[in-house]
């Protein structure tokens, strides 16, 4: 009999990539929702869907993610990413399920310079990093949870970075970049499969608390905002040129860490995983928007 899973945030990038890949996935049965159909902040209809469902998992991609109007929406985005995130905890507690979270890496300052461990101190310098850190806080508090922290998710799904650069380079014959955020790109389809091997891993032995805890996941390699354009703009065959720029000449409501590259080990050798380099996800995600 198939495990029942619960998706939330489902319309989103990586709740569309779930739903692809659960086309061709046995043993589970998903049940996919979004604001239209469940509205997590609201801790009675959550209860209902639990006990209907009885999820033996639930994998929350809900999440307000609008870095800079978080800046003047505290409210919202703490209520999403935090409230909402502890009404999962508490029915996940009473019913018994597993829970998946999806975190950033925002929680961090930036002032690293290696790749950021999951132990590492967490100091968010925006509204939207310190809503997330205090939805991680508030899972924490259970034992069947695993968080998935990642970072500059994209895909060929929905509203992203990577459609925005190709349509603007299309529109214009110069953009501008920043070149002093460093980061890791992160192909939503790469994470949908990381997750659903974490799923497998957990129907194999759903008792097994020693995986539970916090891990990073994001495509192999780094490379800076400048960088990822000037790609995005050479894998699509589009002759927009790409200027680089510092983040003082470009500034926004939400600080951001001027360096977010995330350490993969403990997530590649709890789970097996082997993780593509940022530039191939990249080329085929834009091959991917080319046929469609």
Not at 72 to 80: D, G
Not at 169 to 187: N, R, W
């Amino acid at each position: 009999m198939a495990l029942p899973v619960l998706v939330t945030g489902s319309n989103g990038q990586l709740g569309n990539e779930i739903k692809k890949l659960s086309l061709t996935f046995n043993g589970l049965k998903f049940y996919f929702h979004d604001i239209d159909t469940l509205d997590i902040t609201r801790f009675d209809e959550l209860e209902k869907a639990f006990e209907s469902i009885k999820p033996f998992a639930v994998v929350n991609c809900a999440a307000y993610t609008a870095v800079d109007k978080a800046e003047s929406e505290s409210e919202k985005a703490f209520l999403i990413n935090a409230d909402a995130v502890s009404n999962i905890a508490h029915c996940a507690e009473k019913f018994g399920s597993w829970v998946l979270h999806i975190s950033t890496d925002y929680v961090f300052d930036g002032t690293h310079h290696l790749p950021y461990r999951e132990t590492d101190y967490t100091n968010p310098l925006s509204v939207y990093g310190k809503s997330k850190l205090a939805g991680e806080k508030l899972l924490s508090e259970i034992d069947k949870m695993i968080i998935v922290r990642t970072s500059w998710l994209y895909s060929t799904f929905g509203h992203n970075i990577v459609k925005t650069i190709r349509r603007l380079a299309l529109e214009k014959d110069t953009l501008s970049f920043v070149c002093d955020q460093i980061g890791s790109p992160t192909y939503a389809a790469d994470l949908a499969e990381a997750l659903m091997r974490i799923l497998s891993q957990i129907a194999t032995s759903p008792n097994d608390l020693s995986i539970a805890g916090i891990y990073h996941y994001a495509n192999e390699g780094i490379c800076s905002w400048y960088d990822f354009a000037c790609s995005t703009v050479e894998l699509s065959r589009l002759s927009c040129k790409v200027r680089p720029i510092e983040t003082h000449e470009y500034p926004t409501p939400a600080k951001r860490p001027s360096f977010s590259v995330l350490n993969k080990s403990k997530i590649k050798t709890t789970f097996g995983l082997e993780i593509p380099w940022w530039k191939d996800s990249l080329a085929k995600a834009i091959e991917m928007m080319n046929l469609g």
